[in-house]
């Protein structure tokens, strides 16, 4: 697929198969490594870093909350090479939201590694990463229906992080996703959904399968837990790239 090679009737026939029947963790996990090992590469770090991303496709037009945590995370002291892309479900993904801050999105492997070396923080634009996805462009658009491809772009950050916060549009898919970190060999991780958003939110209990060393553990989270007050959903409302930046 990634090579051009495979015709759209046998890719739509493969994804809807699989659709049908379920993906399972192993395939997942299978097309991730597939599109990881056809990336232009990137100059991994020997040191701890993370990703924190969400699968988008939740409908819920928020604000883009996974790219300001990982501004967060940074200034904490985590390192975090973001994987992201153009918006799925908001009016903002994540590119749409650092282009509005007049970041370049086309910065090169090795200056994006410097920005992680130095600022704690760098973003990894899908596309100039996975070319190979264009085969796929049109048959999705065909297909109108939630496929792999709607998980696998958390799945393929090509600076291979270790550590991965990665929400999910569906509570159906936390668990499958945990699974599929663990055969991808993720040193630690944790797969959140949170009343109907892909993330950590304030106004519904948070699901969480937490990956740590070859293990799962599954749980739930209140904003209570943190000493934080609950807050309407509708509060997260996004907007255009443009008006997000105010946030």
């Known amino acids: ?72 995370a940074a200034a904490c002291g985590l390192k975090v090479a973001k994987h992201g892309n153009r918006s799925v479900s908001s009016r903002s993904g994540s590119s749409d939201l650092l282009a509005a801050f007049g970041i370049n999105l086309d910065m090169n492997a090795e200056k994006s590694r410097d920005a992680l070396d130095e600022l704690g923080v760098c973003f990894l634009f899908a596309p100039k990463y996975h070319t190979g996805f264009r085969h796929a462009m049109p048959v999705r658009q065909q297909l109108k229906t939630r496929t792999l491809f709607n998980v696998l772009g958390p799945l393929i950050n090509p ?61 739930q989270l209140e904003a209570a837990d943190f000493g934080l007050t609950p807050y309407h959903q509708a509060q997260l409302a996004g907007g255009t790239p443009e008006e997000t930046v105010t946030f």
């Not at 599109?35 to 924190?52: K, T």
């Not at 668990?175 to 944790?190: D, F, K, N, S």
Request: proline content about 8%; charged content about 15%.
């Open 1 to 72: 697929m990634v090579r051009g090679e495979l015709k759209p009737e046998q890719l739509a026939a493969a994804l809807v198969s699989m659709k049908v029947r379920g993906e399972q963790p192993q395939e997942i996990a299978g097309a991730a490594t597939a599109l990881l090992e056809n990336a232009a590469p990137f100059p991994r770090p020997d040191y701890l870093f993370a990703d924190i991303v969400g699968t988008g496709g939740d409908g819920s037009n928020s604000i883009n909350i996974s790219t300001a945590s990982a501004f967060v």
């Open 159 to 219: 600076a291979h992080p270790p550590l991965a916060l990665i929400g999910v549009y569906s509570p159906e898919l936390v668990l499958p996703i945990a699974e599929t970190l663990r055969v991808l060999g993720y040193q630690r991780a944790a797969v959140v959904h949170s009343g109907g958003m892909d993330e950590v939110s304030l106004h519904a209990p948070t699901l969480v399968a937490e990956l740590n060393n070859g293990e799962i553990k599954s749980y």
